[in-house]
């Protein structure tokens, strides 16, 4: 793409209605005070232009990050790999987009038939972009918001139904903007601020939020800790009694993605002598109908030790519930104890410590893949010392978009302007805090366009304005590598180590290499 494209971009950025706050308009009146007044009040702008002048003509072309490619937290050589293990919802099971709108449809069901809500809830149509997974809800207080790795608070995140929270009124109700470490409900206590972070969340947060417009717009009062647990119970409700998956084995194809290359992944691995293994929480005659129809009759064949309704996270912490082989003709369970475990046979329940006994897996040498950061991936890595992958579905189309000219050439002046916030406000002057105030304000405008480049309300599920989400730090704690899709394997050779990119600390000093816009 041509350069002059690029410079175009950045002059909408200044001029654009929709983008750049009336301020900013104030800071060209402020700009011409400052010409006409003196040489030393006008430095500041000079500077401004130069670095601006200078970004335009250097900016080429954007940096493109491959979609499909694995990311590495930690060094993870797979020479080293010999056993592969699987979570199957969401991560060898690829569903597609109207799954969402089915769990919002029978979420809706189940709250007007069994909680008696009003029969109106049903006409609301599910919004699929309205939330980003890793939002967290504050049961006491009915908001939808985004932590970052700090617990703070992102401005401009904060919803109550599907209104907006102004930050004066979010400061006021939190005293501030960060949340306290005992008010999250995730590993400590049970506190009111629930992340709602599987990839069955978003249609939860949108029908919780519909309900609560629903009930103001009409008048209703409401105790917002009911009615996030009644919609909690809904939603987990058509997973638990099977409804859901009934709905989905009796249109299968309409739900699952066939062509996901998951057989070819398992063949490869099988031939290469790989050992492979399943652990799910779903049921053998679901997990049965999905695998036969992306992999074929067959499919067992090609995993070792096949695990199902395994009650992850307990899975990897409880030591006392052992293992049932289940029958499939009879959909039966044994009743005999379950000494070892062998290709073939199917088994439920059980715990990672019989596991580990009957089949001598442990450590550095096992990478187990999952959707769920927590039920999946969190205890195996810090109890058990397995290497791990996160399946991140909505990655590939977060890399689409920061892959973007106008997304990229964003970052770049975002963050040369906040080079030159932090030198000027060295300048004690009057006329220098106007100037210093006039960008701080452009870099809220910047802040706020490069968010709706990928959702409108809650922007990037990887990143607040300046931070990491609290989704991405729990992301690159639990996780060794992540990926949108585990068949993105196949792109690369079995004996390939992924290595982490060599991040800067603020105290060190700045002699990587710097490619434009390929922070997210």
Same mark, same amino acid.
């Given at each position: 793409?041509?350069?002059?494209?690029?410079?175009?971009?950045?002059?909408?950025?200044? %001029?654009?209605?929709?983008?750049?706050?009336?301020?900013?308009?104030?800071?060209?009146?402020?700009?011409?005070?400052?010409?006409?007044?003196?040489?030393?009040?006008?430095?500041?702008?000079?500077?401004?232009?130069?670095?601006?002048?200078?970004?335009?003509?250097?900016?080429?072309?954007?940096?493109?990050?491959?979609?499909?490619?694995?990311?590495?937290?930690?060094?993870?050589?797979?020479?080293?790999?010999?056993?592969?293990?699987?979570?199957?919802?969401?991560?060898?099971?690829?569903?597609?987009?109207?799954?969402?709108?089915?769990?919002?449809?029978?979420?809706?069901?189940?709250?007007?038939?069994?909680? $008696?809500?009003?029969?109106?809830?049903?006409?609301?149509?599910?919004?699929?972009?309205?939330?980003?997974?890793?939002?967290?809800?504050?049961?006491?207080?009915?908001?939808?918001?985004?932590?970052?790795?700090?617990?703070?608070?992102?401005?401009?995140?904060?919803?109550?139904?599907?209104?907006?929270?102004?930050?004066?009124?979010?400061?006021?109700?939190?005293?501030?903007?960060?949340?306290?470490?005992?008010?999250?409900?995730?590993?400590?206590?049970?506190?009111?601020?629930?992340?709602?972070?599987?990839?069955?969340?978003?249609?939860?947060?949108?029908?919780?939020?519909?309900?609560?417009?629903?009930?103001?717009?009409?008048?209703?009062?409401?105790?917002?800790?009911?009615?996030?647990?009644?919609?909690?119970?809904?939603?987990?409700?058509?997973?638990?009694?099977?409804?859901?998956?009934?709905?989905?084995?009796?249109?299968?194809?309409?739900?699952?993605?066939?062509?996901?290359?998951?057989?070819?992944?398992?063949?490869?691995?099988?031939?290469?002598?790989?050992?492979?293994?399943?652990?799910?929480?779903?049921?053998?005659?679901?997990?049965?109908?999905?695998?036969?129809?992306?992999?074929?009759?067959?499919?067992?064949?090609?995993?070792?030790?096949?695990?199902?309704?395994?009650?992850?996270?307990?899975?990897?912490?409880?030591?006392?519930?052992?293992?049932?082989?289940?029958?499939?003709?009879?959909?039966?369970?044994?009743?005999?104890?379950?000494?070892?475990?062998?290709?073939?046979?199917?088994?439920?329940?059980?715990?990672?410590?019989?596991?580990?006994?009957?089949?001598?897996?442990?450590?550095?040498?096992?990478?187990?893949?999952?959707?769920?950061?927590?039920?999946?991936?969190?205890?195996?890595?810090?109890?058990?010392?397995?290497?791990?992958?996160?399946?991140?579905?909505?990655?590939?189309?977060?890399?689409?978009? %920061?892959?973007?000219?106008?997304?990229?050439?964003?970052? $770049?002046?975002?963050?040369?302007?906040?080079?030159?916030?932090?030198?000027?406000?060295?300048?004690?002057?009057?006329?220098?805090?106007?100037?210093?105030?006039?960008?701080?304000?452009?870099?809220?405008?910047?802040?706020?366009?490069? $968010?709706?480049?990928?959702?409108?309300?809650?922007?990037?599920?990887?990143?607040?304005?300046?931070?990491?989400?609290?989704?991405?730090?729990?992301?690159?704690?639990?996780?060794?590598?992540?990926?949108?899709?585990?068949?993105?394997?196949?792109?690369?050779?079995?004996?390939?180590?992924?290595?982490?990119?060599?991040?800067?600390?603020?105290?060190?000093?700045?002699?990587?290499?710097?490619?434009?816009?390929?922070?997210?």
């Amino acid at each position: 793409m041509e350069m002059q494209t690029g410079c175009k971009i950045i002059r909408r950025f200044l %001029s654009s209605k929709n983008i750049i706050h009336k301020s900013v308009k104030q800071c060209i009146a402020l700009q011409r005070f400052f010409s006409n007044n003196g040489a030393q009040k006008a430095d500041w702008w000079e500077i401004y232009h130069r670095q601006k002048k200078s970004m335009e003509e250097s900016f080429k072309e954007p940096v493109q990050i491959n979609p499909d490619a694995i990311f590495a937290n930690n060094e993870t050589p797979l020479g080293e790999i010999d056993i592969y293990g699987f979570d199957y919802d969401y991560t060898l099971a690829y569903y597609k987009p109207e799954l969402h709108h089915l769990i919002f449809k029978l979420g809706q069901e189940a709250l007007v038939q069994k909680h $008696k809500y009003p029969t109106e809830l049903i006409d609301i149509e599910y919004c699929p972009d309205f939330a980003v997974r890793g939002c967290h809800y504050d049961v006491r207080k009915g908001l939808l918001l985004k932590l970052d790795s700090f617990h703070n608070i992102q401005l401009g995140t904060v919803y109550r139904g599907t209104k907006a929270l102004s930050d004066e009124a979010v400061k006021t109700l939190y005293e501030g903007t960060h949340v306290s470490l005992v008010d999250m409900n995730t590993f400590y206590g049970t506190g009111p601020m629930y992340q709602l972070v599987d990839l069955f969340a978003p249609p939860e947060m949108t029908l919780l939020c519909n309900i609560t417009d629903f009930f103001m717009e009409n008048g209703i009062p409401y105790d917002p800790e009911y009615v996030f647990h009644d919609v909690r119970s809904a939603v987990q409700g058509v997973h638990n009694s099977g409804q859901l998956h009934s709905q989905i084995m009796s249109d299968i194809e309409r739900y699952l993605d066939k062509e996901s290359g998951i057989s070819l992944l398992l063949e490869t691995l099988a031939k290469q002598r790989k050992q492979l293994f399943l652990i799910t929480n779903s049921g053998f005659p679901f997990v049965d109908a999905g695998m036969k129809f992306m992999v074929g009759d067959n499919w067992r064949d090609l995993f070792d030790v096949i695990i199902t309704k395994a009650r992850k996270p307990k899975f990897f912490n409880e030591s006392k519930r052992p293992f049932r082989i289940y029958d499939p003709d009879t959909q039966n369970e044994s009743y005999d104890r379950v000494l070892k475990l062998s290709k073939g046979k199917i088994y439920q329940q059980g715990n990672y410590y019989m596991l580990q006994n009957m089949t001598g897996w442990c450590g550095f040498n096992v990478l187990y893949f999952g959707d769920h950061v927590y039920s999946d991936l969190a205890d195996p890595s810090l109890k058990h010392g397995w290497r791990t992958g996160a399946i991140i579905p909505e990655l590939e189309a977060e890399i689409t978009k %920061s892959n973007s000219l106008e997304y990229q050439l964003a970052v $770049k002046w975002l963050c040369t302007l906040q080079d030159l916030i932090e030198n000027a406000q060295m300048d004690r002057a009057q006329d220098t805090s106007e100037i210093r105030q006039c960008w701080l304000d452009e870099r809220r405008d910047l802040r706020n366009y490069t $968010k709706s480049l990928f959702n409108a309300r809650f922007g990037s599920i990887f990143r607040t304005y300046h931070n990491p989400t609290y989704f991405t730090r729990r992301l690159a704690r639990f996780a060794d590598v992540y990926t949108s899709n585990v068949t993105n394997l196949l792109n690369y050779p079995i004996n390939h180590t992924f290595y982490p990119r060599r991040t800067e600390l603020p105290h060190e000093p700045h002699v990587l290499s710097t490619s434009h816009g390929t922070s997210a």
